[in-house]
C-alpha cells in the first residue's frame, strides 16, 4: 500500500514522472536557432568588412593614379558563401605615355567567409583595352576562371584558366591582327627554393593549339603552336601593389630580376626554346641576355634559311654546336645592353629601346 501510493505521488495526473523536464525535447532546436542566427550575424559582418575592404583598395588605387569602377556591385552569397558581383569592371590608368583604359563585362569573386584566403574569380568578357598610343585589343573566351590563394597576408598562389581565348590587335594604321588558342593555363607561386629575402615567384604558363597568321608568316609554317613558359622573378613582393612605374622602380632599386629558365615553342616540327636573364638599367630601359635554340627552322620572315645557315649560326653561338636528343640546336645570344639588341656579335639595326617608365 505504502509502495502504491508513492508511485501516484512520482507522477503527475496524466501519468509523466515528476520533475521531468520538456527542455531535452527543445534543447536540439534552441540549439539550431542559436548557431543559425550566430552563422548569420558572422556572415553579415564578413560581408560589411568585404564592402569596406574594396573600398579601400579602390581608394588606395585612386592615389596611385589609378581608376576602377565597378558598375552595379553587389555582395550576396548568403548562407555560404560571399559574392561580389560586378556588371561592368573598368581600370582607367595614367602612364607616362597616356591614359590606358580596360574595361571587361560581368564578373564575380566567389570566396567562404571562413576561408577569406582562398577566392574564385570568373568572368564573362569581353575584355577590352585602348593603349595610350591609341591601339586597341579585345579578348573573349568561352570560360575564364583565376583563383587567388594568400599565407599571413602574402600572396601563395595565382593561378588562371582560359578555354578557347581569342585576341584581336587593332594597331592605330588599323592593322588587325587575330591570336586563338584552345587553352590558357598560368600559375604563379612562391618559390620554395629561393631564400626568403630574395621574394622570388615562380610563373608557369602553357598555351595549346595557338593559331596565328602573323606567327605562320615569320616560321613558313601554318601549324598550330604550343607554348610553354618558365621563369623566376625575384622581388616579386614588390608587385603585389600592381604593375606600376612606382612599383617597377621599387623592383629595380630592389636589384629585382627575371631568370628565365625555359621558353618553348613548338610549331609542327619546327622548335624554338630560350633562357636567360631580364632586368632593368639604371635608364629604366630592359636589359639582359637571351639564349636560344632551335631545330627544323627553315624560314624565318620570309627568308629561306640554306642547309648551311644552321651551322654558321650554331657557330657564331660560341655554344656546342651538335645538336641535342631534341634536334636543338644553339643560336646566337641576344644581349640588350645599353638600349640596344646584339645578336651574337652583330648589332642589330634597330632603334634604341626608351625607358620603360
Known sequence: MTQSRHDQAATDERGRPRGTSRWGLYLPFVLLVLVIGGWSAFWHVARGLVGSGLDSVIADARQRGDSWTCVNRRISGYPFRLEVRCDDVTL???QRVGVVTLSTGPVVI??????????????????????????RFEA??????????????????LSLDMRKPVVTITGR???VSTIAAATLEAHLRRNPTRPDA?????????????????????LGDSNPS??????TTSQANIFDHGLT??????????????DVSRIALKKGVKQIEAKGTLELDDARRPAGRIEPSAANIDQFFGIRLRGGAMDL??????????????????LPSLTISNGRISLGPIRLPLAALQPLY
Open 140 to 157: 573573349r573566351w568561352d570560360l575564364a576562371e583565376a583563383s587567388r590563394r594568400t599565407e599571413a597576408g602574402a600572396l601563395e598562389r
Open 198 to 218: 630574395d621574394m622570388a615567384r615562380d610563373l608557369f604558363m602553357r598555351v595549346g593549339q595557338i593559331v596565328s597568321g602573323d606567327l605562320d608568316a615569320v
Open 313 to 330: 649560326a650554331s657557330a657564331l653561338s660560341g655554344r656546342a654546336a651538335a645538336p641535342g636528343a631534341d634536334g636543338l640546336r644553339p
Open 110 to 135: 566567389i570566396g567562404q567567409p571562413h576561408t577569406p584566403s582562398h577566392l574564385i574569380a570568373q568572368a564573362d568578357g569581353p575584355l577590352r583595352g585602348v593603349m595610350a598610343d591609341g591601339s
Open 92 to 94: 582607367v590608368r595614367s
Open 245 to 258: 612605374p612606382a612599383t617597377l622602380e621599387a623592383w629595380r632599386q630592389a636589384s629585382g630580376r627575371i
Open 226 to 231: 604550343d607554348l610553354d613558359v618558365q621563369l
Open 173 to 175: 594604321e588599323a592593322a
